[in-house]
Structure formats: structure tokens, C-alpha cells
């Protein structure tokens, strides 16, 4: 169906209004990979997926008092408060920069990485913009997460937020060197699609891994901009957002208080919600 909607809007003469050049090699690619995966592939995808699931069902059991940030829509995100952080590292802000904002405003240093922003709305003291992509190594056109620490105080405590477009699993293969320091993660993982893909899976295990040792999943959003997925009896949408607190410090935080106020908001208010989680169908 995916197919005859794209030529339906192309041969409209929308093509280029609805879909850009990059979003027909998405569709192209999902097609790849959800088609032409192995069994193997698809029963390795499987087993993780349900791992996640797992790991995630904890959520909204831990305690921690949350404040959503930014926009009530997309671009806003959960935020802990009882957590104490010195400095927001904020990869991709892109056409909104209201958590980024309302950060700066707080009176927290922000420095919000995205080369595809040329000046910020408006000029805040608070604020470093860095034009460059965020990566795994320091150049003219790139800057790693080691790189951008270092414009933090030493000792000081970090929240790294993350929505750069699938290459948050690039940025996070670092975390586990400075996760002491990181005690805020906010990350929309994006391509989910890919867990077939034997590489792109082993690059997700090594990230979870740190998750699973060092952090605690305190929020969860299923982004229903994009849709829903399965590897067997494993469903997990394409992108999700999560907010994720370093164990050290969740234990400092009044975890018997939970916060009551609805949070999770549509991504899209004009789309049908999807499951807000990753699950499992068990056999009867």
C-alpha cells in the first residue's frame, strides 16, 4: 500500500511537495530490510526487541518526578527534576528550540549542536551554538561527545539530549566512557527498521548494554510520525523517544514520589496514536 500511495502522490504532481528524495530511499530501504532479511536475522531482531520490552515495562514505576520540556508536541521531551545537571548538550534542534530555550532560561549552559541551523532565533547568553554534525570524531565538520564534554566544567553533571536522526547510535558507542558524568539521557531512537540488519543490531547491543548496567528508563514515547513494526511476534515502532537517569544518581532522587500529570503528548496531533510501548505477543 506504501507503494501505490508514492505513485498516487507522484503522479498527482505532489511528489515533490510530500516526499523528497530522501524519504523515497526510506521507503526503499525499509522494503529492504523488512523483505529481504533471513529468518536468522529476523529471530535475532526478535529476541531483542523483546529484551527492550523488558527493559522498558519498568518505566513508569521508578518515581521520579518529571517536567516535560520544550514544545507540548514534537521537540518536547521528560525531563527529571529532582536530578541536578550543570550543563544541557543538545544534539539537533532543528526547526523548533524551545527545550533548548527554556533550558537556557532555567539558567542551565546549553550548547546545542546541529550544522543545519545557521543562527539560533534569537541570541540567548545561555546558549552555544555549534554548526557541526555530532559524531564520533573531532573535525572542521564534526564534533564527538568527548569533544563537546570538554567545553563542560570538570566534574560537572550533564544532560545529553539526542534527536540527530539515526546517528544517535554513533554518538551513544562513546556513552559508556562517560556515563559518571552523563546522569540525563533524553534520545529519540530513530530506524528501528534495521534490527535485521546484523550490524546495525550488534551497534544497538553495545549501546543497550550501558543502558542495562548504568541507566534507568524513567519515560517513554512511541513517535507516532512514524509507524509500528514487528520482527516475529516482537512489535516495536520505527522511532521512539526515551529519558533514561544514571542509577547513581536516580538513588539520590525521592524515587516513592511519582508524578501524576499526563506528560506524553502526540508527536503528530493529526495522526492516530500508536502503542505507547515495545511488546511481545505470547503464545497461548
Known sequence: MGWIKLLWQILRNRGLESYGKEHIYKMIEKLEY????????????????????????????????????GPKYDGGYEVPTEVHVDFIISGGIGKTSEFEYDLAASGKK??????????????????????????NNDSNNSISLEGVLKLCSKNSKVLLKLDIEGDEYIVLESLKLFKNQI???????????????IEFLEQYIKIFKTLESSYIPVAFKANNWANFINFGKSFIPEVYEATFVNKFAHRKTNNKFKSKKTLNYSNNPNRIEIPNKIFCIQDD
Open 34 to 69: 523488512s523483505q529481504c532479511a533471513s529468518k536468522y536475522e529476523q529471530r535475532r531482531a526478535e529476541n531483542f526487541v523483546n529484551r527492550l520490552s523488558k527493559y522498558f515495562s519498568k518505566t513508569r514505576i521508578q518515581g521520579v518526578n518529571l517536567k516535560r520540556i
Open 110 to 135: 546549553v550548547f546545542a549542536i546541529d550544522p543545519t541551523v545557521s543562527h539560533l532565533p534569537h541570541p540567548h547568553k545561555n546558549i552555544t551554538l555549534i554548526r557541526k554534525w555530532f559524531s
Open 183 to 197: 546522569v540525563v539521557l533524553v534520545v529519540e531512537f530513530h530506524e528501528n527498521y534495521k534490527l535485521s540488519n
